[in-house]
């Protein structure tokens, strides 16, 4: 078992960033890809971003390319997602998400994840 806990949204203004951290627990996340997804209200759950286990590739959805990057520390079993340029669309509740690698199309499919994160409210105000 991988138990997931996001950490750092808030309420920030248009154009801020924010910087998202997902800790894992029970298992090294090193075997896992890792993925970003977040839900808006009355939304479905969207890929936002992945990383593959050795962090070597980086995937993300056409909405958040350039602005969004993902990255991860194996040594403290966390994923990051560092968000510039934030827009009011943004806002969601962004989900953490850990999965074994089998390939991009995958990564990008909420239904394949193994283990999810509780999610961290991220609030963009225009």
């Known amino acids: 078992q991988v138990q997931l806990v996001e950490s750092g949204g808030g309420l920030v203004q248009a154009g801020a960033s924010l910087r998202l951290s997902c800790a894992a627990s029970g298992r090294t996340l090193s075997s896992f890809a890792m993925d970003w997804f977040r839900q808006a209200p009355g939304k479905e759950r969207d890929f936002v971003a992945a990383i593959t286990p050795s962090g070597i590739s980086t995937y993300y959805g056409d909405s958040v390319k350039g602005r969004f990057t993902i990255f991860r520390d194996n040594a403290k079993n966390t994923v990051y997602l560092q968000m510039n340029s934030l827009k009011p669309e943004d806002t969601a509740v962004y989900y953490c998400?850990?999965?074994?690698?089998?390939?991009?199309?995958?990564?990008?499919?909420?239904?394949?994840?193994?283990?999810w994160g509780k999610g961290t409210l991220v609030t963009v105000s225009s």
């Open positions: 998400a850990a999965d074994i690698w089998a390939g991009p199309a995958r990564a990008r499919d909420p239904a394949a994840m193994d283990y």
